[in-house]
């Protein structure tokens, strides 16, 4: 299917174009095919920057960009005052990822925006695309950057020392790369749009296997990051009995696994933690482990039921620790409040997804995105197509050709319906 026609309009999506747009976006990457690396600020970065505004001009939309690099792509409609419609997503890609996330709602963006020009369409509102700076926490360590600032949750004169592991700070870097305006200036209003909706792959399995063409998401799960540091003592694995030791690396188990079952019994599927890091002290076979760190990661689509998780997690920490004689100390590391998507926009997506006779489902999103800061200052949406095995962030990260024309064509039927109002 090279283009697909919406049943009650004339919108068509230009899927031959649009595929090849992503495979050549593909290109601008540090990893060999078919790995996508793309680091936000490196020269591949700013190619790819350079490629996607340049389809912007193209396609007749006027492009400004802030002072953390976040661009815009406009297009202006009847009533250029009013407050736009957004609609976007990402380029920057972790290390060794794929060619699909967070570009398919950069380029599908664009391409509902051109098959909307090509239907005839009159918006009365402006739409609006978006190119967030760093959705991807590689260099920065903090995901979702460039929207966190849009949507005003963070202090810009911190944000401007952050410093990547080579010693490089944010401010220094952007201007490097000609954003050389003032951080204080990127943060938007309420009111500055209408609505904002992203196009994304799932990253997971769920509507590949109900054989869904489109999810319709509802709300999304934001992560909270903990720090767990266990200080026991170390000694030789031979001298000390074991009645004496009070090994910090048994005790960081049963932390472990008390997490597992902190979020196995929260009651909600939607609740999910893991402990992804685990550094043992002095990691010598012939040592009994004196000091551990813990990284944890923990989301749910409900900001309470995570905070009674945690919570949870908080007594069997200091039970364990009082039972090893060992001490525990946690530090958060980070906790944004989950999203919850906009009613009026879920309708409009599935009225869209009804008009077409696609197959869709309600569901949330585990993974967040730029849409979870977004809903912070405009009513939000988001459309997911499935991508083969729920596989993101990995070389073989695919989504065929026909589910992303399907997602492009119910965005832009969404826009329409927004810029509408
Ligand atoms: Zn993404």
Redesign the pocket.
């Known amino acids: 299917m090279s283009a697909l026609r919406a049943r009650s309009a004339r919108i068509m999506i230009d899927g031959e174009k649009l595929s090849q747009e992503l495979a050549t976006l593909a290109t601008f990457s540090d990893a060999r095919p078919p790995a996508v690396t793309r680091i936000v600020f490196s020269d591949a970065d700013l190619e790819a920057r350079g490629y996607v505004k340049g389809l912007c001009t193209d396609a007749g939309l006027v492009v400004r960009e802030d002072a953390v690099g976040n661009t815009f792509a406009r297009w202006s409609g009847e009533r250029p005052e009013e407050a736009a419609v957004g609609t976007g997503?990402?380029i920057d890609a972790i290390p060794n990822a794929g060619r699909f996330?967070?570009t398919v709602g950069v380029l599908g963006g664009l391409e509902a925006i051109r098959a909307l020009k090509r239907s005839g369409f009159a918006p009365q509102r402006p739409i609006e695309l978006l190119i967030f700076t760093s959705?991807e926490p590689t260099r920065f360590g903090i995901g979702c950057l460039g929207s966190r600032l849009l949507s005003g949750s963070r202090d810009a004169s911190v944000d401007e020392k952050l410093k990547d592991k080579g010693g490089l700070s944010l401010g220094d870097m952007r201007k490097a790369a000609g954003f050389t305006g003032d951080l204080k200036q990127v943060p938007l209003s309420r009111g500055d749009y209408e609505g904002f909706v992203e196009l994304?792959i799932e990253q997971g399995p769920l509507l590949e296997r109900e054989q869904r063409d489109i999810g319709v998401v509802t709300a999304i799960a934001a992560p909270a990051s903990l720090r767990i540091s266990v200080e026991g003592q170390g000694g030789h694995a031979g001298g000390v009995v074991m009645a004496d030791r009070r090994d910090a690396l048994c005790a960081a188990s049963e932390i472990i696994l008390a997490v597992e079952s902190a979020a196995k019994s929260s009651g909600s599927l939607d609740t999910v933690a893991t402990t992804g890091v685990c550094d043992v002290f002095p990691s010598a076979v012939n040592s009994i482990p004196s000091r551990v760190h813990l990284e944890i990661d923990l989301r749910d689509i409900e900001e309470q039921r995570r905070e009674s998780v945690f919570r949870s997690m908080g007594r069997s920490c200091q039970e364990i620790a009082e039972r090893r004689s060992i001490n525990i100390r946690t530090e958060i590391l980070n906790a944004d409040a989950p999203g919850e998507c906009a009613a009026h926009i879920v309708e409009a997506i599935e009225r869209a997804c009804r008009a077409n006779q696609f197959r869709f489902q309600r569901l949330v999103s585990r993974a967040y995105?730029d849409s979870l800061f977004m809903s912070r200052i405009a009513p939000t949406g988001m459309i997911f197509i499935p991508c083969r095995g729920g596989v993101s962030h990995r070389p073989d990260e695919y989504a065929s050709p026909e589910a992303i024309s399907r997602g492009t064509l119910i965005l832009a039927q969404t826009l329409a319906e927004l810029a509408s109002r």
Do not use: L, Q, V, W
């Open positions: 997503s990402h996330d967070g959705e994304h995105h």
